[in-house]
């Protein structure tokens, strides 16, 4: 069965760093782009980041360039997000999904999300 | 970018189909097919209901469908079940700057 379980989130303080993961299993991890998506309570879904498969390119939503890094360990078949300068807006809970075709650019695989919480 | 455009909310009776619109512009939905689709329960991740504008994944139910002119995308729910009530997002992928944008969610209620 595929898997793509989060882990890492928590309450953190404005202005602190945090670094969330995103644990696969049951595909081959190396094979795929992956993404970062994250939800705002109460709000939509908003796209963060995604990866290709061996790590060698990245995007990134243009209003988190800088702050937020993906990252990924073929080894582990784990994604990583570093998150720095953290502010009560990136509140949400954060999900992890794969792309299986990223030239139709669709997430087939998400995860059920890790929450983080920015708040003094 | 801007984020595409769903109504708040729909609603239908079961067995009603009823149809969400999403729209955007030439260089998001109008472009290539690379809409997609998806649902999501309360407390849950999402779900893929439709990729590349039209096409169901295996495992999605044949009531689910997805359709596309000019620069609005639709989906469609062909009789609607209890189960269906949930929030439904499409998705674009934007080739010229390589950014995924999402509408803002219609919530579904099945009366």
């Known amino acids: 069965e595929v898997q793509l379980v989060e882990s890492g989130g928590g309450m953190v303080q404005p202005g602190e760093s945090l670094r969330i993961s995103c644990a696969t299993s049951?595909?081959?991890?190396?094979?795929?782009?992956m993404s970062w998506f994250r939800q705002a309570p109460g709000k939509g879904l908003e796209w963060v980041a995604t990866?290709?498969?061996?790590?060698?390119?990245?995007h990134y939503v243009d209003s988190l360039k800088g702050r937020f890094i993906i990252s990924r360990d073929n080894s582990e078949s784990t994604l990583y997000l570093q998150m720095s300068s953290l502010r009560a807006e990136d509140t949400a809970v954060y999900y992890c999904?794969?792309?299986?075709?990223?030239?139709?650019?669709?997430?087939?695989?998400w995860g059920r999300g890790t929450t983080v919480t920015v708040s003094s | 970018q801007s984020a595409l455009t769903q109504p708040a909310s729909v609603s239908g009776a079961p067995g009603q189909s009823i149809t969400i619109p999403c729209t955007g512009s030439?260089?998001?939905?109008?472009?290539?097919?690379?809409v997609s689709w998806y649902q999501q329960h309360p407390g849950k991740g999402p779900t893929l209901l439709i990729y590349?504008?039209?096409k169901r994944p295996a495992g999605v139910p044949n009531r689910f469908s997805g359709s596309k002119s000019g620069n609005t995308a639709s989906l469609t729910i062909s009789g609607v079940q209890a189960e269906d009530e949930a929030d439904y997002y499409c998705c674009s992928y934007v080739v010229t700057n390589t950014s995924v944008i999402f509408g803002g969610g219609t919530k579904l209620t099945v009366l």
């Open positions: 990866m290709d498969q061996d790590g060698s390119e990245t």
């Open positions: 049951g595909f081959n991890f190396v094979n795929y782009w």
């Open positions: 030439k260089s998001d939905v109008g472009s290539y097919n690379l």
């Open positions: 999904a794969r792309i299986p075709n990223f030239f139709s650019y669709y997430m087939d695989v």
């Open positions: 590349a504008d039209i």
